[in-house]
């Protein structure tokens, strides 16, 4: 898609708006497809939270994508975006029994990562098979907020503890179809999630029954221009090859399942704002767009730099900029930016913006999300409304009986 759409699209739907290209989405499927096609059995389920839209739910529906979700209620968009139970997995972190029996019964797949749910779990349903989520205490990951499978981590089963959770198993004679891994987001090195492979094909060797084994996700996407990003084809052939042979070993061919978030929807994403104010301090130009970290707040949780264009001005001279939102609260999205020269009312492009920016969003200082629109076949659709002012106070409850103006709260004196 060309710039001219993009600005397009904000005079259409307004500003700040989230714009989704589907062409990337697919492009990128199929690259991790043809990565693994020397794996008789792939399975990628997406991974919902990456970004929710049930639009973009039913995109990768039709791509023959399964689902990874994280919560009762991703299970429920899942299954009104039209996937089959059997197609999306459960892999929550934490969360109470009562929500993983909630969604067994709903007939979708499920991955437990600790031994007292399990132990729970097996003891009432053993005729329901289950996944384990391993912790193989391999460090990766681009910092330590994505990094999830280190020894300090919270997720997970840790390998040294195998002989509890066979005694677990075999006491409460549930079953296990399922190993599961997901060492963090943005994984570098590919060394090291073979690494971390081979200690999952060892946990496997400790169960007979299983479907699938599942490496979960974390590749990393480049965010800028000469940016390092996971070598998909060089992981592909490595993978497929270690995998074969196992299964070889175990007598039996699994399917290999990949939960690609980032992958599949990151770079398919942009962001459009709108700048209101260009001011210069005595330092720093600042341009001062028309949202905050309340639409995208990466930039300030996890330091992600989002490549910027100013749309409006592309062949403008390039000048220093922090481009910072309205916030009341320091919100910088970059600093010391060299972009085409700002006016104001231009509009600036966020890159990357399609993996957990718009899912992130807030009504902070009470301000709308914004809208989605999906980029299909060279056309605009509407896949998300901006919000309204009804939106903002739908669940609030406005108790005036409480502080009628007649009875003045009395001030201790
Ligand atoms: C978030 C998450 C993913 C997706 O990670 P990406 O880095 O976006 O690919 C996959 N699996 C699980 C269990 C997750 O929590």
Redesign the pocket.
């Known amino acids: 898609m060309q710039a001219s759409d993009l600005l397009q699209i904000a005079k259409t739907y307004g500003d700040p708006v989230y714009v989704y290209d589907s062409e990337k989405i697919i492009s990128q499927y199929q690259r991790l497809t043809n990565a693994f096609k020397g794996v008789k059995k792939l399975q990628l389920n997406y991974?919902a939270?990456?970004l929710s839209n049930i639009t973009i739910l039913r995109l990768m529906n039709s791509l023959g994508s399964g689902l990874?979700t994280?919560s009762i209620q991703e299970v429920e968009l899942g299954l009104l975006a039209g996937f089959k139970p059997e197609n999306i997995i459960f892999?929550p972190n934490g969360v109470s029994l009562e929500e993983i029996e909630k969604a067994a019964a709903l007939g979708v797949r499920i991955n437990i990562d600790n031994l007292s749910v399990l132990e729970q779990f097996g003891g009432k349903h053993p005729d329901i098979p289950v996944c384990i989520r391993i912790n193989p205490h391999v460090m990766a990951g681009g910092n330590s907020n994505?990094s999830v499978g280190h020894i300090d981590s919270k997720f997970g089963i840790s390998i040294h503890q195998i002989p509890h959770l066979l005694r677990i198993v075999d006491l409460t004679k549930m079953n296990i179809n399922g190993i599961h891994m997901?060492t963090g987001?943005?994984i570098l090195d590919i060394d090291v999630f073979l690494y971390a492979s081979e200690i999952l094909f060892e946990t496997a060797k400790n169960f007979r029954n299983l479907d699938f084994i599942d490496f979960?996700?974390?590749?990393k996407v480049p965010y800028k221009d000469g940016d390092i990003e996971t070598n998909i084809e060089e992981l592909g052939k490595k993978l497929s090859t270690k995998f074969n042979t196992f299964c070889k070993e175990y007598g039996k061919e699994l399917t290999l399942a990949f939960?690609?978030?980032?992958?599949l929807v990151s770079e398919s994403g942009f962001f459009l704002a709108k700048v209101n104010v260009v001011k210069q301090t005595t330092s720093t130009v600042f341009a001062s767009i028309d949202s905050g970290f309340n639409h995208l707040i990466r930039p300030m949780l996890y330091g992600s730099s989002h490549k910027i264009k100013n749309i409006s001005n592309p062949k403008g001279r390039e000048r220093y900029y922090s481009v910072v939102g309205y916030i009341c609260e320091t919100d910088t999205f970059a600093s010391n930016r060299r972009i085409n020269e700002i006016s104001e009312g231009d509009i600036l492009c966020f890159h990357n913006a399609g993996?957990?920016c718009f899912t992130m969003a807030s009504n902070y200082n009470s301000r709308f999300r914004p809208p989605e629109v999906l980029w299909h076949n060279g056309k605009a659709i509407l896949i998300r409304e901006r919000e309204t002012f009804e939106d903002l106070i739908r669940n609030q409850v406005d108790v005036k009986e409480l502080f009628e103006t007649k009875q003045k709260v009395a001030l201790a004196k």
């Open positions: 991974a939270k990456a990874d994280v892999t994505i997901h987001s943005d979960g996700s974390g590749f939960e690609p978030g980032k992958f993996a957990y």
